[in-house]
T-cell receptor, first 115, second 113 residues
Framework: DGGITQSPKYLFRKEGQNVTLSCEQNLNHDAMYWYRQDPGQGLRLIYYSQIVNDFQKGDIAEGYSVSREKKESFPLTVTSAQKNPTAFYLC??????????????FGPGTRLTVL | GENVEQHPSTLSVQEGDSAVIKCTYS??????FPWYKQELGKGPQLIID?????GEKKDQRIAVTLNKTAKHFSLHITETQPEDSAVYFC????????????FGKGTSLLVTP
């Protein structure tokens, strides 16, 4: 089956700890994205990557880091510098099209809770 | 940057009635406008999208309209069913962030039998 997988589904972290969220896709998509969702809010862009070994900050990148060493993988690290990390994290991917009409497909999400 | 406003935040309709959700955007360069449905605890699912060279698109009970001059677009669901109950998000895409999506804050739709 083709699609986007995120793991784990639920994640608990103690304050001061870094934690890495996994995102894998087998759709052969060039672009990958990380969004954060808070209750009653829309999705906000954290980081995005259009090609391997390249990524850019989104609107709320502070306290987060990413890597894109492989086309199919785009892990997100939530660092201790992120002051309010408890949220639902969503990964997405799309065929990168310059014209901009790129359908984004989302994974099932990871719910992170800081204890 | 792009700003997407979505209204209403909650919407309750009776089964069989129509539901309309409206969004406005600020960046005239936006050219792609998808709508997503999100069920509790799950990732958003694309239900319909429209591109800036089209004014209207329909897929069975769902339709989207786009007014580029006024910079607003709307989702129309006809003959609503209880399984349509979910949170719906509109979004707009620009070149400023690698065509990442700028989302509205969502509309919680409840369809009562």
């Amino acid at each position: 089956d083709g699609g986007i997988t995120q793991s784990p589904k639920y994640l608990f972290r103690k304050e001061g700890q870094n934690v890495t969220l996994s995102c894998e896709q087998n759709l052969n998509h060039d672009a990958m994205y990380w969004y954060r969702q808070d209750p009653g809010q829309g999705l906000r862009l954290i980081y995005y990557s259009q090609i391997v070994n390249d990524f850019q900050k989104g609107d709320i990148a502070e306290g987060y880091s990413v890597s894109r060493e492989k086309k199919e993988s785009f892990p997100l690290t939530v660092t201790s510098a992120q002051k309010n990390p408890t949220a639902f994290y969503l990964c997405a991917s799309s065929i990168f099209v310059v014209a901009g009409d790129n359908e984004q497909f989302f994974g099932p999400g990871t719910r992170l809770t800081v204890l | 940057g792009e700003n997407v406003e979505q209204h209403p935040s909650t919407l309750s309709v009776q089964e069989g009635d129509s539901a309309v959700i409206k969004c406005t955007y600020s960046d005239s360069a936006s050219n792609y406008f998808p709508w997503y449905k999100q069920e509790l605890g799950k990732g958003p699912q694309l239900i319909i999208d429209i591109r800036s060279n089209v004014g209207e698109k329909k897929d069975q009970r769902i339709a989207v309209t786009l007014n580029k001059t006024a910079k607003h677009f709307s989702l129309h669901i006809t003959e609503t069913q209880p399984e349509d109950s979910a949170v719906y998000f509109c979004a707009a895409s620009t070149s400023n962030s690698g065509y990442a999506l700028n989302f509205g804050k969502g509309t919680s739709l409840l369809v009562t039998p």
